[in-house]
C-alpha cells in the first residue's frame, strides 16, 4: 500500500517505474482530506528496484521500492 496525507482533496497520480525510466503502471485518482491508502499491485513485478513517484498538485514525492 501507498499512504500519504493531504490537507485537501486534490487529483494526484502515481507512477511506478523501473529504474531505467520505463513507467511500468500509472495510477490517478483524487485523494480525500487526510490520510490516503491506495493499494498498488506488485505480485507480478521481478525482483529489482523501481521508482515510486506520487504527483499531488504542484508537490513531488520520490520514493524508491524494493522488490526482493
Known amino acids: ?3 500519504f ?3 485537501y482533496s486534490e487529483s494526484y497520480e ?3 517505474m523501473d529504474m531505467l525510466g520505463k513507467n511500468i503502471s500509472s ?3 483524487t ?3 487526510g ?3 491506495i493499494a498498488i499491485p506488485i505480485d507480478n513485478l521481478s525482483k529489482g ?3 515510486l513517484s506520487i504527483l499531488q498538485g504542484n508537490t513531488l514525492y520520490v520514493k524508491k521500492l524494493v522488490i526482493e
Open 27 to 29: 495510477y490517478r485518482s
Open 35 to 37: 490520510e490516503n491508502k
Open 31 to 33: 485523494s480525500k482530506m
Open 1 to 3: 500500500h501507498v499512504v
Open 49 to 51: 528496484i523501481y521508482q
Open 5 to 7: 496525507s493531504s490537507t
Open 14 to 16: 502515481i507512477l511506478l
